[in-house]
């Protein structure tokens, strides 16, 4: 396996299936089969799932909120995904552990670094949920913090399209996809990968990127192998 540890990050809007809002019990079963395949090699796994599907589902009805209270709002939505997880991972005898930066211990544990990596380095799938637990930060700079605390070795950015292109490919059809790209040229050419903090937190940490279609079966276990799966981002840039 090319990967020892890996943060793997979760868009909540991925757990919505074909719904408008809320979590598709399809999607919890795939990705927690997918998680477990890579498991079952010996990868130590933790996860960033973030909150759209819930949050902007409540959006949607025209509620107004200010930043913060939203912010907050958002944090829940991503422990409520999290438990959600936890539960279809459990269901297929997945150790897991959900570690929350809002504390709320009648569901889950305090995030804590040292007892994090101890889950970790046991077998047991770590979720984060709650964000940094401050308002402001989004759930991608949650999980380039948590990656770089618990010393992993990439974060794996599931999305519904195969890499980073050179332009939107759902509305480019001339668009072309990069197979390695890096830091440096990402900011140069101004895609939108990761929310600027996020990134600035991955470049000045070496922490590599790995952008792929998580929908795509079996993109995950490749991914981990080392497979060419998606587009990597990196220190060196070297475009085949």
């Given at each position: 396996?090319?990967?020892?540890?890996?943060?793997?990050?979760?868009?909540?809007?991925?757990?919505?299936?074909?719904?408008?809002?809320?979590?598709?019990?399809?999607?919890?079963?795939?990705?927690?089969?997918?998680?477990?395949e890579?498991?079952?090699?010996?990868?130590?796994?933790?996860?960033?799932?973030?909150?759209?599907?819930?949050?902007?589902?409540?959006?949607?009805?025209?509620?107004?909120?200010?930043?913060?209270?939203g912010?907050?709002?958002?944090?829940?939505?991503?422990?409520?995904?999290?438990?959600?997880?936890?539960?279809?991972?459990?269901?297929?005898?997945?150790?897991?552990?959900?570690?929350?930066?809002i504390?709320?211990?009648q569901?889950?544990?305090?995030?804590?670094?040292?007892?994090?990596?101890?889950?970790?380095?046991?077998?047991?799938?770590?979720?984060?949920?709650?964000?940094?637990?401050?308002?402001?930060?989004?759930?991608?700079?949650?999980?380039?913090?948590?990656?770089?605390e618990?010393?992993?070795?990439?974060?794996?950015?599931?999305?519904?399209?195969?890499?980073?292109?050179?332009?939107?490919?759902?509305?480019?059809?001339?668009?072309?996809?990069?197979?390695?790209?890096?830091?440096?040229?990402?900011?140069?050419?101004?895609?939108?990968?990761?929310?600027?903090?996020?990134?600035?937190?991955?470049?000045?940490?070496?922490?590599?990127?790995?952008?792929?279609?998580?929908?795509?079966?079996?993109?995950?276990?490749?991914?981990?192998?080392?497979?060419?799966?998606?587009?990597?981002?990196?220190?060196?840039?070297?475009?085949?």
């Amino acid at each position: 396996m090319k990967y020892k540890r890996i943060l793997l990050k979760l868009s909540g809007e991925s757990l919505m299936g074909d719904g408008k809002y809320g979590i598709d019990s399809k999607m919890l079963t795939k990705y927690s089969t997918e998680i477990n395949e890579i498991i079952e090699q010996g990868i130590e796994v933790a996860i960033v799932i973030g909150g759209g599907n819930i949050y902007r589902g409540i959006q949607s009805e025209g509620a107004g909120f200010d930043r913060v209270q939203g912010d907050f709002m958002g944090m829940l939505a991503t422990i409520i995904n999290g438990m959600a997880l936890q539960s279809a991972l459990e269901s297929i005898n997945v150790q897991t552990r959900l570690l929350t930066a809002i504390r709320m211990e009648q569901v889950a544990e305090p995030y804590i670094r040292r007892k994090a990596m101890r889950h970790l380095q046991k077998g047991r799938v770590v979720i984060f949920g709650g964000g940094t637990g401050n308002p402001y930060f989004t759930t991608d700079t949650a999980a380039t913090l948590r990656a770089i605390e618990v010393e992993a070795d990439v974060i794996l950015k599931g999305t519904r399209v195969d890499g980073i292109y050179t332009a939107d490919p759902e509305k480019d059809p001339t668009a072309t996809k990069y197979e390695t790209i890096s830091f440096d040229e990402v900011f140069q050419k101004k895609l939108n990968i990761m929310d600027l903090t996020a990134f600035t937190l991955c470049q000045e940490n070496n922490l590599p990127i790995k952008v792929f279609n998580m929908n795509e079966k079996g993109n995950l276990i490749k991914v981990c192998k080392g497979e060419n799966v998606g587009t990597l981002v990196n220190f060196e840039f070297k475009e085949k």
